[in-house]
């Protein structure tokens, strides 16, 4: 008998749930959870140095962080009344389904995606219908997630998806809105890695049931920060404002995520280099015996190993480099997740993959 049995205490939509587990080991090579691991220009690391040494903490932070709404706005061309900021994309996602979900509604999404969304659906007492991607390819039967969105309140979709890599055909999100009375998430927390215009922050001013996630976690290398924002229609972003923890946006963060943004075009070529080591990682991964591989957008690849738990195992033990193991979830059966790093990073991966899989 424990002395406390909080199982008929707890709010039954919230009995079961675990806390989450990021799978970490410490490795000298982290591929694991598609940070940035590139060092920044020396200008970028300087601002973030001074505004984090220059921030007062003896008062409260500002709860709706106007001053980095407005940048975020300024660089979006949206005006402030139209941008959230949130304690990470994942305050965000939460405080979605706590405003428009809850009994009797429903969220659809296609996984394989970020199980965030069903969690945090789960907690805010959301039904979860899932259109399951193709097994091969990892694409979206767009009728069936049409039927499905005709009777939710909201979807969710990644573009570029985690962890497939695929970026969602603005088709299918035009047919969304057109079809349909959801309203429709895009989750764009890799977007910059994509190609110029992939992102459909430019629809938000047009279709005001359109909402835009982006972070600063992936490619603005700040994910201890936990800094993420939302683009879309004012009366979205009022209902953000006046249900949201008030100072879940600390100052530092506040202040340092605004150096970061203003700093963003010296932080470009960081992200080249990202894009251009993903595409030679690839390559080199193509070379290898066995692996199966998927086309990304994104910062990291999906690949197929034989037996990927005892690869991903065998990585962190014998190699001392850690990437993501999915093996385990529906759809992913021997993939593995790996963040693309650093050039000898990549190098380090690359050998220690050749050595297992000869
Ligand atoms: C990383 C990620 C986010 C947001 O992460 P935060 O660190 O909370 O900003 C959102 N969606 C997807 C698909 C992600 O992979």
């Known amino acids: 008998m424990p002395l406390l049995d909080v199982s008929v205490r707890v709010r039954p939509a919230l009995a079961g749930f675990e806390p989450y587990d990021p799978a970490f080991s410490p490795c000298e090579v982290n591929l694991s959870a598609n940070e940035n691991t590139h060092s920044l220009p020396a200008e970028v690391t300087e601002a973030l140095r001074e505004a984090m040494v220059t921030t007062p903490l003896n008062r409260y932070p500002d709860p709706l962080a106007n001053e980095l709404r407005d ?16 304690n990470g994309g994942d305050e965000l996602l939460f405080n979605l389904l706590f405003s428009f979900g809850g009994p009797g509604r429903s969220l659809a999404v296609c996984p394989p995606c970020f ?10 007492e959301t039904e979860v219908v899932e259109v399951w991607r193709c097994e091969d390819d990892y694409s979206i039967d767009a009728d069936a997630l049409i039927e499905a969105a005709r009777g939710a309140a909201m979807v969710m979709i990644t573009s570029p ?10 088709v299918l999100v035009r047919r969304l809105l057109d079809e349909t009375d959801a309203l429709v998430l895009l989750d764009e927390a890799y977007v910059e890695f994509a190609p110029e215009g992939a992102s459909l922050v430019p629809w938000v001013a047009a279709n005001p049931r359109l909402m835009i996630l982006r972070t600063l976690s992936k490619a603005f290398a700040l994910a201890g920060l936990r800094c993420g924002y939302l683009i879309a229609a004012p009366e979205v972003i009022d209902v953000l404002a006046a249900i949201r923890q008030i100072y879940s946006e600390d100052v530092l963060a506040q202040s340092v995520a605004m150096a970061a943004v203003r ?11 990202i894009v251009a080591e993903r595409a030679r990682l690839s390559a080199k991964l193509s070379e290898l015996p066995g692996v199966t591989q998927w086309p990304s957008e994104a910062n990291f690849l999906l690949v197929r190993v034989p037996d990927a738990a005892t690869v991903r195992a065998r990585l962190r033990d014998e190699f001392s480099v850690l990437v993501r193991d999915f093996s385990y979830a529906p759809g992913l059966s021997d993939c593995l997740r790996i963040s693309v790093g650093t050039h000898e990073e990549n190098d380090r991966l690359l050998a220690a993959l050749a050595a297992i899989l000869k």
């Not at 975020?72 to 949130?86: C, D, F, K, Q």
């Not at 199980?115 to 805010?124: L, V």
């Not at 700093?263 to 280099?273: C, F, G, I, K, T």
């Open 115 to 124: 199980e965030e969304y069903k969690n945090f659906a789960k907690m805010c």
């Open 161 to 170: 998806n985690n962890p497939t890599g695929d970026l969602v055909d603005p």
């Open 263 to 273: 700093a963003r075009e010296a932080l470009r070529p960081v992200v080249s280099d």
């Open 71 to 86: 940048e975020l706005a300024a660089w979006h061309g949206v005006a402030r009344n139209a941008v959230m900021v949130g």
